[in-house]
């Protein structure tokens, strides 16, 4: 599935075009079942004045019921921008899966012999 990348503030460079592809091919690969389309903004905030400005946002298409998800974040680098939103993006949908799979599942109900033998 196309990854849609686009910079604001700056040329995007092949190096960055391939650092974003390999993440978004790390998420899609934790989450085969959903085949979640991907948007990704790099951005530059203060352009050459320097500072905490690069940024990263990503934006993922779950897919189901038209679930959403936005991830970002701000460093001075980059590189390091687009793998904390990655990172924030992985561990949003692990959670939004987690409980989808217990919403359609319920709770586990344990039989008298089950919970005598958790405690």
Do not use: W
């Amino acid at each position: 599935m196309k990854t849609d990348i686009q910079s604001r503030g700056f040329t995007l460079s092949s190096a960055l075009k391939a650092a974003v592809e390999a993440h978004a091919e790390h998420y899609r690969s934790h989450f085969p079942k959903l085949s979640p389309g991907i948007t990704v903004r790099l951005f530059d905030i203060n352009g050459t004045r320097g500072g905490p400005d690069k940024g990263c946002l990503v934006h993922v298409h779950l897919g189901r019921d038209g679930a959403e998800l936005v991830a970002s974040s701000v460093d001075t680098d980059l590189y390091l921008a687009i793998a904390n939103a990655f990172a924030k993006a992985m561990r949003s949908t692990s959670a939004i899966t987690r409980r989808h799979r217990e919403h359609r599942t319920g709770p586990r109900l344990y039989t008298t012999a089950e919970a005598a033998a958790a405690y």
